[in-house]
């Protein structure tokens, strides 16, 4: 792998990184975000008298296959 095409592959990765921080500090601040997470189902809380215990596994099944499609289609535009 030449230097060109790592500093290249570098570059999209931050700016992917950049616009995916700005749309979920974003729609955080709103709180649309806030209204799913943590309550989809399979996600696990338990809260005893000293311990909180919270398992997004609902959450990271989706966040899972909308990052997958999501990178899926990139991958086929820059082909």
């Known amino acids: 792998m030449n230097m060109e095409h790592l500093g ?5 990765l931050g ?9 979920v500090w974003g729609l955080g601040r ?3 975000l806030g ?3 943590g ?22 099944i989706v966040v ?3 990052l997958t499609v999501l990178i899926n289609l990139a991958m086929r535009l820059w082909r």
């Open 15 to 23: 700016l992917f990184l950049v616009v995916a921080g700005g749309l």
């Open 30 to 32: 709103v709180g649309a």
């Open 35 to 37: 209204d799913w997470i």
């Open 64 to 66: 899972s296959l909308v």
């Open 8 to 12: 290249r592959t570098l570059l999209v």
């Open 39 to 60: 309550h989809l189902p399979g996600d696990i809380r338990y809260e005893g008298e000293n311990v909180r215990v919270y398992v997004p596994i609902g959450t990271m």
